[in-house]
Nanobody
Framework: QVQLVESGGGLVQAGGSLRLSCAASGRTFDSYAMAWFRQAPGKDHEFVAG????????NYADSVKARFTISKDNAKNTVYLQMNSLKPEDTAVYYC??????????????????????WGQGTQVTVSS
């Protein structure tokens, strides 16, 4: 069992930056592959970025490649999403997710939301034009 709490969202102008954090409590943090999803109003959850249990493999949605960076600090039980060059279309509620599956130690974290069994409450990111 793990509990996830996101923070760091807010209002930013286009071209600006934000860093989201997801603090995990409970089971050993390095037991989980982690990901960030987002949901814009009226749209389905969208995979943003993932990181393997080892931290050695990351993957990104095409829409955020070269702008967003996911990382994890096992000592702090925290995963981060650094978001640069933000665009109005990045506006959404951002969710942190974890999967306890043993499949993703070295391989990429899955991009399908059904693979994740733990979710945070979400943090709002609003990018103004």
């Amino acid at each position: 069992q793990v509990q996830l709490v996101e923070s760091g969202g807010g209002l930013v102008q286009a071209g600006g930056s934000l860093r989201l954090s997801c603090a995990a409590s409970g089971r050993t943090f390095d037991s989980y592959a982690m990901a960030w999803f987002r949901q814009a109003p009226g749209k389905d959850h969208e995979f943003v970025a993932g990181i393997s249990r080892s931290g050695g493999s990351t993957n990104y949605a095409d829409s955020v490649k070269a702008r967003f960076t996911i990382s994890k600090d096992n000592a702090k039980n925290t995963v981060y999403l650094q978001m640069n060059s933000l665009k109005p279309e990045d506006t959404a509620v951002y969710y942190c997710a974890a999967t306890s599956s043993g499949l993703y130690f070295w391989s990429e974290a899955p991009s399908s939301r059904i693979k994740y069994n733990y979710w945070g409450q979400g943090t709002q990111v609003t990018v103004s034009s």
